[in-house]
C-alpha cells in the first residue's frame, strides 16, 4: 500500500503562486509515476500535471501550461507543484495520486491512478 499527505494548500490572490507538496510513504518501489489532479465544486476531475518518478517525464493540461511545474524529489518520495500566476478558475480542491503500474508513457486519466491523497484546497481570489 502507498499513502500520499498533501500539504501547501490555502488561500492566494490572482497573480500569487503556492507550492503543493505530497509526500509518499509505505510500499513507494512500485510506484512509476505522480499527478496532481483537481475538482471544482460541480466540476469533473480534470489533471493538472503528472511526473515519472524515475525518469522525469512531464505532462501539463493546457490551462497549466507555462504556469505551473511538476518536480519530485527521489530521496524524499516527493513530488512538488508550484503553481504561479494563479488565476481564479484554478480555484478547486487539488489531489495527488500515484500510479504503481508498468508503463511507457506518463498516465493523465484519474483511472490510471491507484492510490489518491485526501486533497487540499486551493483558493484563489479576484
Known amino acids: 500500500q502507498v499513502q500520499l499527505v498533501e500539504s501547501g494548500g490555502g488561500l492566494v490572490q490572482a497573480g500569487g503562486s503556492l507550492r503543493l507538496s505530497c509526500a509518499a510513504s509505505g510500499r513507494t518501489l512500485s510506484v512509476y509515476a505522480m499527478g496532481w489532479f483537481r475538482q471544482a465544486p460541480g466540476k469533473e476531475r480534470e489533471f493538472v500535471a503528472a511526473?515519472?518518478?524515475?525518469?522525469?517525464?512531464?505532462y501539463y493540461a493546457d490551462s497549466v501550461k507555462g504556469r505551473f511545474t511538476i518536480s519530485r524529489d527521489n530521496a524524499k518520495k516527493t513530488v512538488y507543484l508550484q503553481m504561479n500566476s494563479l488565476k481564479p478558475e484554478d480555484t478547486a480542491v487539488y489531489y495527488c495520486?500515484?500510479?504503481?503500474?508498468?508503463?511507457?508513457?506518463?498516465?493523465?486519466?484519474?483511472?490510471?491512478?491507484?492510490?489518491w491523497g485526501q486533497g487540499t484546497q486551493v483558493t484563489v481570489s479576484s
Open positions: 511526473v515519472s518518478w524515475s525518469g522525469g517525464n512531464t
Open positions: 495520486a500515484a500510479d504503481r503500474g508498468s508503463r511507457w508513457y506518463v498516465p493523465v486519466r484519474p483511472d490510471e491512478y491507484d492510490y
